[in-house]
Structures are given as C-alpha cells and as structure tokens.
C-alpha cells in the first residue's frame, strides 16, 4: 500500500495569489480543458491545470518551483475556454509576478511596484537625486534654466545667454547620469546573477516524473541558442500560441515591437557610452557618439526610431489591455506599472527632443528631469518589475530545455463560435 502523503496548505500563499491576479482560481472544478487546449504544453504532466489544483490546495512549495509556470506564453486560450472562467492563463502570470517579486532582496520594491500608494516612493528616490544635482549645478551656472554654446578652446560647453538648451551641460553626464546608471547596472545585474542562481536551485527540486525523456540532452550552448531563436529573437513560439484573435495579433505585435525598440535604444546608448570614455583613450572614436546629435546623425536616426518603435509597441499592448474582456483575463497595477514607466519614457524622450530643438529651457529642462526620473524607475527597479521576465524567464527556458522539459510542438486549435 502506498504511503499516505501530509498535504501541508499555505493559506496566506493563496490569499496572495489571489491578489496579484489569481483571484478566480477557486472556481476551478478540475475539467482538464485547459491542459488540453493549451497549444504548448508538454502531453507529459501538462499545465496549466495541475497549477490549479496545487494553487487550490495552497502547495507553495510546488508552485514556487515550478519550471512550468515559464514555459507558458500567457496567450490567454485556455483562459477563453475554461467553462468556469477560472482564468487559468491569469494565474500562471501571477505565479511568475510573485517569482519576480519575491525572487531577491529587497522584496519590498516588488511590493511597491503592486501598489499605487507605494508610488511616491518608487519616484521619490529618483526625484530627490536628480532634483539635488540640478539644485548644485544650477548653483554653479547662477541659473536652473542654462543656455550653451561650444568653446573650442575649453573644448566643453559654456553658458551664454543666446545659446542653445544642453541637457549634458545641465546635468554632465561624467559626473551625473554615467556613474549613477553604471552603479544602477552594476547593481541590477549582481541581483540577476543572484535571482537566476536562486531560480535554479528551486529547480533542482523538481520531481522526476516532471521531466520528460526525449531527444538527446542540448548542451547548455545549444540551450541557449534554441531558447534565443525560438523565444527571444524571434518571438515564432509565442506567434504560433494562441495568434487567432485581432487580440492576440495585437499583443504579438506590440511586445515584439516593443522589444525591438528597446534593443535599438540599448545600441544608441552602448554607442554614446563607448564613443565617449573609449574616445579619452582611442580619440577617433570620440565624435561617433558626440551629444546633442544632428537629426540626420545615423545614430540619430536609430534613436528616433527606436522611440517609434516605443510608441507603437505601447499603443498596441495598451490598446489590448483595456479591450480585454475582464471575465477572461484580468490586469493588476503590477502589469500597469511597467506599461506606466515605459509610456512616460517615451513621452519624455520624444518632448525632451523636441524642446530641446524648439529651443525652450523652462519647459525642456523639467521634462528631461521627468525622463531621468522614469528611465531611473525602469532600470534601477528592473529585476523586481514584470521586465524582469527578460532575464528570469530566459533563464528558466534555457534550464527547460536542458531537462528536456520544452512545449510540444504547437498544436493546431480550431475555436468555432456556437
Ligand atoms: S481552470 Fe477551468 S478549464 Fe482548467 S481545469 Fe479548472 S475549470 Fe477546467
Ligand atoms: S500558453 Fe496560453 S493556453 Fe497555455 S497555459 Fe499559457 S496562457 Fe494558457
């Protein structure tokens, strides 16, 4: 006879879970009809509806260690079937906010970031330190509005009265902005190193039966590789998962989008950053990154398209959150706070730019303290927010398909309305 197993509850665990977007999960009655019509979970012990009942049940333990919840696309199907709206798609994207959140200390920021009262202090701390800098340098340059022009002999800018608007000049990049985001990422990427360590020691934990036998284990090289061109670049898993609906199209769209708009903003960075202390040392390089840009500046012409790219990216993912039908698929101030940040950093950029160039100090210098103050929320905040999915879910993919645990191939689902 088998050995009886102590199930032990976590009660406050579903308490949580329910408030961070799983709050339907007691209507589950244990159908199936999620795991079947999920397009790419494994046929082997599929999700998502053994989530459900372990959520049910409050198995943390199981939960929390669970790789599953990471193969999942949050395409929402199985959300749109569940005869008992128990939105199952909506607690598989809970679970992972609890693992970004609660991944790493300080757990307090992910805290914050579920909240609107904690906002004060998410924007606080940027705020004071940006507002501190321009109250010094302003006292330096007798003005909190400067003007600049170019000495070619002090080879830096100096103020003059019938100059242009510089944001370095305001607020100098070698003393301000370069070393508090280069701390900022330092930071951020020893709290991944440290989150992506964790998650994979939960991993390890995971019971056999979980991992399915198939074609020889990848290297981690190939790992990589696959969850790079499958996942990341090409995002072609996610399109073949649920992209039926205008909604799912529309979603689609704006993360990949998005995701290329970042990646061109990142190379505009890298190049100012490189071109400008690699340029003290090889003096060529220098004027490649060289700030404020001509328009017709190549590196320019990325930037502004990367923030296109931005624009867009956000219309579409917001456009399809507040279409979406509240008794499929649900969207917490956690979901809304990045889309926030991100929207405000495109906003500011694009009308930092356009003052700049239209020449008007009192307006284009506090909406570029307002971009600070964003990109500073976005990145410094970055391994506790949903982005953190960038790097946790990456890894955790990667980890997958080391064990062997990768989605079946995507099945083909027909949905005929009656
Ligand atoms: S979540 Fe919905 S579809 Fe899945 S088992 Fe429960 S009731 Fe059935
Ligand atoms: S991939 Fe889509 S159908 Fe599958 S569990 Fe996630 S949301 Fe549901």
């Not at 924007?123 to 330190?129: H, M, S, T, V």
Request: proline letters at 6%.
């Amino acid at each position: 006879m088998e050995k009886a197993v102590r199930i032990q509850p976590d009660l406050q665990f579903v308490k949580d879970l329910q408030e961070v977007g799983g709050e339907a999960l007691k209507r589950c009655y244990q159908c199936a009809t999620c795991s079947v019509v999920c397009p790419i979970s494994p046929a082997e012990n599929p999700y998502p509806r053994k989530e459900m009942v372990w959520a049910q049940w409050g198995l943390k333990d199981r939960l929390v260690n669970d790789i599953d919840i990471w193969l999942c696309h949050n395409c929402g199907t199985c959300s749109d079937m569940c005869p008992r709206g128990a939105k199952p798609g909506d607690l598989l994207s809970a679970l992972r906010n609890m693992a970004y959140r609660n991944l790493v200390e300080p757990v307090a920021i992910g805290k914050w970031m579920s909240s609107s009262s904690y906002l004060p202090i998410l924007a606080g701390i940027p705020a004071l330190l940006y507002l501190f800098i321009w109250i010094i340098r302003a006292s330096q340059l007798g003005s909190f509005f400067p003007l600049f022009t170019w000495d070619e002999h002090a080879h830096a800018f100096v103020t003059d009265p019938n100059g242009v608007v510089v944001y370095g000049g305001l607020f100098p990049g070698d003393f301000t902005i370069d070393p508090i985001f280069g701390l900022v990422a330092l930071l951020v990427a020893f709290v991944f190193f440290r989150g992506v360590v964790k998650l994979f020691k939960s991993f390890e934990t995971l019971p056999k039966t979980f991992v399915v036998a198939g074609a020889p284990k990848p290297t981690w090289i190939e790992a990589v590789k696959g969850v790079i061109l499958d996942e990341v670049a090409t995002h072609v898993k996610w399109k073949k998962c649920g992209y039926s609906t205008a909604a799912d199209e529309q979603k689609f769209k704006g993360h990949f989008i998005l995701f290329y708009g970042f990646i061109a903003l990142a190379i505009v960075t890298s190049i100012v950053a490189v071109s400008h202390w690699g340029g003290k040392v090889v003096s060529f390089i220098a004027p490649l990154g060289h700030t404020p840009m001509e328009l017709w500046n190549p590196v320019k012409v990325l930037a502004n398209v990367g923030a296109l790219m931005l624009l867009y990216g956000l219309t579409q993912l917001t456009k399809r959150r507040l279409n979406q039908d509240p008794t499929k698929q649900g969207s917490s101030f956690y979901d809304w706070y990045l889309l926030g940040v991100i929207w405000f950093i495109a906003l500011t950029g694009i009308f930092a730019e356009l003052l700049r160039l239209a020449n008007v100090p009192v307006l284009a210098y506090p909406i570029y303290y307002f971009h600070l103050i964003c990109v500073f929320m976005l990145f410094a905040y970055l391994p506790w927010s949903k982005l953190g999915h960038l790097v946790y879910r990456t890894a955790a993919l990667v980890y997958a398909r080391r064990l062997g645990r990768v989605a079946v191939e995507p099945k083909e689902i027909k949905i005929f309305k009656l």
